[in-house]
């Protein structure tokens, strides 16, 4: 990637909070070793220790994707992410709907995409990152942490992989355009964590079933099928995965 672009912090709150200002170039990126106030998904907050992972925010302009199809970018970086982490270790890496990249069933990574919209036109996109790299103790009450020195014994470069990480993303949103759509989707469907078989989920309103993953659309939606045939579509936040 090109060094310009690539900014470090030693500190900040947030790294997307970085990004949301007016005329910032493309592929702009903005890492730090501690944020103070890093967010996950709604209320969550991610634990980091100082120094020993990966916060970064990358910045897109997507003029090439549509907002009806604002999942594509989900798909492209997950999927990203996904070839440069596999080869590292031995457990499987797998994409939890929508977009946290799992290790076997141990959360690595959590990805927060913030979108600005203009009319019909998808302005910026800032995708907001944190991976467990070398951090091997967690505090706190989240299920089921897990980093990749925990994983292979062993540290890893976080400057290095960060570079291999942003590459693979740029690489591939510069790859893509409608022709590429349906491999993209069915590399993002070849990646799903519990992709084959019946699991137990639970709604946000407490109900438990056991289903299997049917199908995703465009802009996220999640199909499920339980046993007996049923077919129910949930959006993020509607349903989630019991571990």
Request: with cysteine; aromatic share 8%.
């Amino acid at each position: 990637m090109d060094n310009s672009l690539l900014i470090h912090l030693a500190e900040t709150s947030s790294t997307s909070e970085c990004l949301k200002g007016h005329g910032l170039p493309h592929g702009l990126c903005v890492w730090a070793d501690f944020q103070t106030a890093g967010r996950g998904q709604g209320s969550n907050r991610w634990e980091s220790s100082p120094g020993e992972n990966l916060l970064f925010s990358l910045l897109l302009h997507p003029a090439k994707i549509t907002p009806d199809r604002q999942f594509v970018l989900t798909e492209i970086v997950t999927t990203a992410m996904h070839r440069v982490l596999q080869p590292l270790v031995s457990t499987e890496i797998s994409v939890k709907w929508p977009n946290d990249i799992y290790a076997g069933n141990g959360k690595l990574c959590g990805i927060l995409i913030e979108n600005t919209l203009l009319g019909n036109r998808w302005e910026n996109a800032v995708i907001g990152i944190g991976l467990n790299v070398n951090q091997t103790i967690f505090r706190s009450d989240a299920p089921n942490p897990v980093s990749l020195r925990s994983i292979a014994g062993r540290e890893f470069c976080r400057n290095a992989l960060l570079v291999s990480l942003v590459d693979s993303i740029l690489e591939t949103y510069e790859s893509y355009d409608d022709s590429s759509r349906s491999a993209l989707h069915s590399s993002y469907m070849s990646r799903l964590y519990r992709r084959d078989g019946f699991f137990p989920y639970e709604t946000a309103d407490g109900e438990r079933f056991t289903a299997r993953i049917d199908s995703i659309d465009d802009m996220g939606l999640l199909t499920l099928v339980t046993p007996d045939g049923l077919r129910r579509t949930f959006m993020f936040k509607e349903v989630r995965h019991i571990l």
